[in-house]
C-alpha cells in the first residue's frame, strides 16, 4: 500500500511538471496574452491590390528549331490583364510631404510600375501608391500614400531582427488569400530557426538570402506583411512558403528586419540600392576541410578564386585563404558573409581576418561598388543604348553569371531592365540569355551594344518600331521577344 502511495504522488509530480514548465495560455483577466500584442499593429497592415495590362509574345511553335524559325512570322504582341494581392505595414510618415510610407516585398508591387497600385487601410478607404524604390535582390519594396488630413494612422514600430532565439514567440499579421477578403488575418506560431538561406522560389528567388523561419501560418497573400514579437515590434517581413499544395504547411519565411530596414534606407535615400563589392568566390567550409585547414569550427568561407585588380587583392587575399572573421563579426557560411559584404560601407577599410597555412592573418580591404550597380547608376560606356531599350547585359562569363548560376558559353546576361522601357513591357527577364539582335549573333556586351545600335537606327530610318531579339529564358526554353519603341 505504502509503494502504491508513492507511485501515484510520483505520477501526480510528472504530470504536473509540464502544466508547470507550459508558458501562460491566458492572462489573469481571461484573455491571450497576444491580444494587446496585436492591437499595436494589426491597423497598422494594409492590403496591396496591383492590376497591370503586361504585353506577352505568341509563341513560334518552331521556335527552338533553327531551321523552321525564319519560315515563321515574328511573334506579336498581345496584352493580358494581371492582378495580385498581398500586403504591406505602414512604418513611418513624412511631414514634410504628407506620404505614409509602407514597406512590402518587391514581388508584391514590382509589376505595379507598368499599373496601378491600390492600399486599402484597415477602415477600408482606398488610396493609390506609387513605388519609391523596389530591390528584387533582396525581395524588399517601399511604396508611398497621400492620406487624407484627418486619416488616422496606426505605425508598426521596428524591432531588432539580430537577437531572435530559436522557440521565440512569432505572430504574423496579413492578408492570406486576398481576393476573398481574410484581411489583417493573425496567426501566432514560433521562431522554427535562423539563418535560411539558398533556397529556391522559382525564377525570381531573391540572390541575399538571410530568413527567419516560422510555424506562423502564412498563406498566398501574407507576402509583404509583418511577423512581429511579443513587444508588438516588428521583426521581419512576411515573404514566402514551402508547400506542396501552395498553402501553408507550417514552413514560412520572412525577410530580417535588420536587413530590410538597410535596403528600405538606400532606396528611399537613392531609389537603389548600391551594395559593396570584394571580389572573391567563396565556398562553404565542410567538416573535412574544417580538419584540412586547422578549423577550430565548421564556419568560414574558403577563397576559390580572387578577381583580378579587385579590392580582395588589392587588399592582399590569396585564393585557399579561408576567411572567419569580416568586420570584426565571426563569418559562419557563405550565405551571412555575402550579405555582410553587400551592406559594408564602400570606400573605408575593414578588418578581415583569414587562416593561410595554419596561420592567423590580418588584412584591411576597402570595398567598391558591385560592378552592376555602377551600370545602374549610369556609368557604362553605353549608356544611350541602354536607356533606349532599358536592358543592361553582362558578359556569359561575368561574376553576374556566375552568381546567378547561368551556364553559357553563348550570348550576354540580362542584368537589369529599366522600368517604363521597351524592356520592362516585353517577355523580357533579368537572367534570360540574349542570344541574337535582329538575326544577329551576339557573344559579348560590345557586340550587343553595337548590334543594339545598328537595329536602333535602322528602325529609326523606317517606320518599323519594333526590334526582334531571340533569346533563351531561365528555363531553358528558346524563344523570340519583341521590343517595341512606339
Known amino acids: 500500500m505504502k509503494w502504491k502511495t508513492v507511485i501515484i504522488a510520483a505520477l501526480s509530480m510528472m504530470l504536473a511538471i509540464p502544466a508547470l514548465a507550459a508558458p501562460p495560455v491566458v492572462g489573469e483577466d481571461g484573455k491571450s496574452p497576444f491580444v494587446e500584442v496585436v492591437k499595436k499593429v494589426r491597423e497598422a497592415v494594409v492590403q496591396i491590390k496591383v492590376e497591370a495590362k503586361l504585353a506577352v509574345s505568341q509563341q513560334n511553335p518552331f521556335g527552338n528549331d533553327p531551321f523552321f524559325r525564319y519560315f515563321f512570322n515574328p511573334p506579336q504582341q498581345q496584352e493580358r490583364p494581371y492582378t495580385s494581392m498581398g500586403s504591406g505595414f505602414i512604418y513611418d510618415y513624412d511631414k514634410a510631404s504628407g506620404e505614409a510610407l509602407i514597406m512590402t516585398n518587391n514581388h508584391v508591387v514590382e509589376k505595379g510600375r507598368e499599373g496601378t497600385i491600390t492600399v486599402t487601410l484597415a477602415d477600408k478607404v482606398t488610396y493609390t501608391a506609387t513605388i519609391v524604390g523596389n530591390d528584387p535582390n533582396t525581395d524588399i519594396a517601399v511604396i508611398k500614400i497621400k492620406p487624407n488630413k484627418d486619416e488616422k494612422l496606426t505605425f508598426a514600430k521596428l524591432g531588432d531582427s539580430s537577437n531572435l532565439d ?43 538570402q538571410d530568413y527567419i523561419q516560422t510555424d506562423a501560418a502564412i498563406n498566398p497573400g501574407n507576402s509583404g506583411g509583418p511577423l512581429i514579437n511579443m513587444k508588438g515590434e516588428v521583426i521581419g517581413v512576411n515573404a514566402a512558403i514551402t508547400s506542396t499544395s501552395g498553402g501553408n504547411i507550417g514552413i514560412g519565411f520572412a525577410i530580417p528586419i535588420n536587413l530590410a530596414s538597410r535596403v528600405v534606407d538606400d532606396l528611399i535615400a537613392s531609389g537603389k540600392v548600391v551594395r559593396a563589392y570584394m571580389g572573391i568566390t567563396p565556398q562553404e567550409i565542410t567538416s573535412d576541410m574544417m580538419e584540412t585547414f586547422n578549423l577550430k569550427e565548421v564556419a568560414g568561407v574558403l577563397v576559390t578564386k580572387v578577381e583580378k585588380d579587385s579590392p580582395a587583392e588589392k587588399a592582399g587575399i590569396d585564393k585557399g585563404d579561408v576567411i572567419v572573421e569580416f568586420n570584426n563579426e565571426k563569418v559562419p557560411n557563405v550565405s551571412k558573409f555575402r550579405i555582410a559584404v553587400a551592406t559594408a560601407k564602400i570606400g573605408v577599410d575593414i578588418p578581415v581576418k583569414l587562416k593561410r597555412d595554419n596561420k592567423e592573418v590580418s588584412k584591411m580591404v576597402k570595398l567598391d561598388p558591385y560592378p552592376e ?84 537606327e535602322k528602325m529609326d530610318k523606317s517606320d518599323k518600331k519594333r526590334m526582334m531579339l531571340y533569346i533563351q529564358d531561365r528555363n531553358k526554353m528558346y524563344k523570340y521577344v519583341i521590343l517595341n519603341f512606339e
Do not use: C, H
Not at 488569400?177 to 528567388?205: C, E, K, P, Y
Open 166 to 208: 530559436i522557440g521565440d514567440w512569432a505572430i504574423a499579421i496579413g492578408n492570406p488569400f486576398g481576393d476573398i477578403g481574410l484581411d489583417r488575418t493573425v496567426t501566432v506560431g514560433v521562431i522554427s530557426a535562423i539563418g535560411r538561406a539558398g533556397l529556391n522560389f522559382g525564377q525570381n528567388s531573391p540572390q541575399y
Open 373 to 456: 550597380d555602377v551600370v545602374a547608376a549610369g556609368k557604362e560606356k553605353d549608356v544611350k543604348s541602354t536607356q533606349a531599350s532599358g536592358i543592361t547585359v553582362e558578359a556569359n562569363d561575368s561574376q553576374y553569371a556566375k552568381r546567378m548560376n547561368v551556364n553559357t558559353d553563348k550570348g550576354v546576361i540580362v542584368s537589369k531592365i529599366d522600368a517604363d522601357s521597351p524592356a520592362s513591357k516585353s517577355d523580357l527577364s533579368v537572367g534570360d540569355i540574349i542570344l541574337e539582335i535582329e538575326k544577329k549573333e551576339i557573344n559579348t556586351p560590345a557586340e550587343f551594344y553595337k548590334e543594339l545600335n545598328a537595329a536602333k
